[in-house]
């Protein structure tokens, strides 16, 4: 059980080195995009809560 444990370790490790980790610029811009795309969302969701509370308020109360 533990070399198997061990054994796992050493090859993540391995496969850890292969991984083409990202430039600090290309995390900064996709970080950046994916905040901008989230902060959008937000505001649309939000302004159709607004209409659909107007709707509400002006045909149903």
């Given at each position: 059980m533990l070399s198997?444990?061990i054994?796992?370790?050493?090859?993540?490790?391995?496969?850890m080195?292969?991984?083409?980790?990202?430039?600090?610029?290309?995390?900064?811009i996709?970080?950046?995009?994916?905040?901008?795309i989230?902060?959008?969302?937000?505001?649309?969701?939000?302004?159709?809560?607004?209409?659909?509370?107007?709707?509400?308020?002006?045909?149903?109360?």
């Amino acid at each position: 059980m533990l070399s198997r444990l061990i054994a796992y370790i050493k090859e993540s490790k391995r496969e850890m080195v292969k991984v083409n980790w990202p430039t600090r610029r290309e995390t900064f811009i996709s970080t950046a995009i994916v905040i901008g795309i989230s902060l959008g969302v937000a505001a649309f969701l939000g302004a159709l809560d607004v209409f659909f509370q107007f709707l509400l308020r002006t045909f149903v109360l």
